[in-house]
């Protein structure tokens, strides 16, 4: 059902925490399942530096997030802005179709945090704003794989 590095992301997850004083910090959640996911980011120089998480969910939420930290970590705020939940699924060597939103979730949480990053330097938020609105159940765009 799940693949090994599904298990493996669970069972060990990577970047498990939050930073003090971080740059940005997102938080998302899905109502129907009770997922909740946190990410923080520490940026310098427009790379991300450390990310953390907290997640409350199911195992798919929690490997999710922290491949989704993983596939960020020592980017640029820009490259981490084109995370997809497609990218977060194929790193995993896949999910259910019944999980798939939780990918969707890690998707959404890294766009909070940068969101809430652009807002702390007042930098202007109305394109990223419109690419993804946080709480993406009622959002006019779509995600590479369907929630």
Known sequence: ????????????????????????????????????????LKIENNIIVDV???TFGCGAAIATSSMATELIKG???????????????????????????????????????ILDYYKKIGKD????EKKCNVGCTSCAHSHDIEE
């Open 1 to 40: 059902m799940y693949s090994e590095k599904v298990v493996d992301h669970f069972t060990n997850p990577r970047n498990v925490g939050e930073i003090e004083n971080a740059d940005g910090v997102g938080q998302v959640g899905n109502p129907v399942c009770g997922d909740i996911m946190k990410i923080y």
């Open 125 to 128: 938020t109305s394109e990223l």
């Open 52 to 54: 953390k998480f907290k």
């Open 75 to 113: 980017k640029s705020v820009i490259d981490a802005l084109e995370l997809s939940n497609k990218a977060v699924v194929e790193a995993l060597d896949g999910l259910p179709p019944v999980k798939l939103h939780c990918s969707v979730l890690a998707e959404e949480a890294v766009k909070s945090a």
